[in-house]
């Protein structure tokens, strides 16, 4: 009987297997082939993994562009109504009313009448368009005015800068108010100075002035070396807190380049009459000085000391004004009274031709120079009494 024999093909006998393992009969191999159903779970789970993942790119992708492209201006939005009218009309219509009159001209003027005209309601943004323009641009800043006081304990003192507190605070800012006392600052003065509501600077003068005639002098010196070492910008006036002022007369200083001057009002010592101080102008310009025979040889420039007013910028830039020196301009201590006006004022110009005249030619007084202190009058500490006077009056 004839026997078959099958043959196993060259790939079989090229593996080698070792004890049966990794060979396709092996256990292992049909635990594998027994457990096919697990196999296709966790494919399932890693594709759920992929596509998460991919959907999450994608969403942080687009997230990142949308917010470049939101933060890109691709255009100009324009939104000017310049040239946009908002006009709304109403047109009733046309009443026909049928008149059983007799006279034509009695119809036709009682139809004038009961006609009713087109109401037109408009709204008109050109014109408030240019009124806010027209604000916007033509505003011009004011100068800043720098008032300085010099000031000293005595019995009409609380009066004086009160009043003269009331004159600033009407005045329009930019102000700046410098009060200059002697030898020590009183609680009386700073506590007025707060309730003022007016921008100031209260300072102390330290030197002596019982030999000066002028008390006035060191602190004003003291004000203007405060202007010089701050280099504070405005116009200087030096206003006493026992003079009267006008409205007009801050507004004018205003109106000062370089040097500004006008007449002003001084009752005499004996207060029996009325004389005039400072310049005569013609327009702007300075051509003469109101004064007498004696003051005429002995005075180069005829003015009060309220009666004139300076640009600070010569105190600190003397280049700007083309100055021949560069001294500190300072009032002097060593002249008579009456001679602080004059030699303060050779300082800062060199004669009338550097001066301006306000108001137009001289023509107004915008302030008075009054003697109305009382000397060697005895008032109480701090201004007020602690109690009520003791006096008895005989009634009649």
Sequence with gaps: MASIRRTLSPAYHDRQYQNGANSPFSPSHHKLFTSGKY???LLAVNLRRKAWRKSLYRCLVFFALGLLLGMTP???VTTDIENRDVFFEIKPPHVNVQLDSDNRSDRMSK????????VSLGVDFRNEINTVESYRYDFEPRKQLIVITPTYNRAMQAYFLNRLAQVLRLVQPPLLWIVVEENAASYETAELLRKTGVMYRHLVSQKNSSSVKDRGVHQRNLALEHIERHRLDGIVYFADDDNIYT???FDSLREISRFGTWPVAML?????????EGPVCNGSQVIG??????SKRLRRFHVDMSGFAFNSTILWDPKRWQ???SNSIRQLDTVKEGFQETTFIEQVVEDESQMEGTPPSCSRILNWHLHLDAYNLPYPRGWLFPRN???VLPVE
Aim: cysteine-free.
């Design 389 to 391: 006077l003791e006096v």
């Design 111 to 118: 139809r004038d009448e009961i006609l009713l005209d087109a």
């Design 247 to 249: 409205m007009d007369l």
């Design 74 to 76: 691709f255009g100009h």
């Design 323 to 325: 100055r021949p020196f």
């Design 39 to 41: 196999t296709s779970s």
């Design 268 to 276: 005499a010592q004996s207060k029996n009459k009325a004389i005039i």
């Design 289 to 294: 000085w109101h004064t007498n025979e004696k």
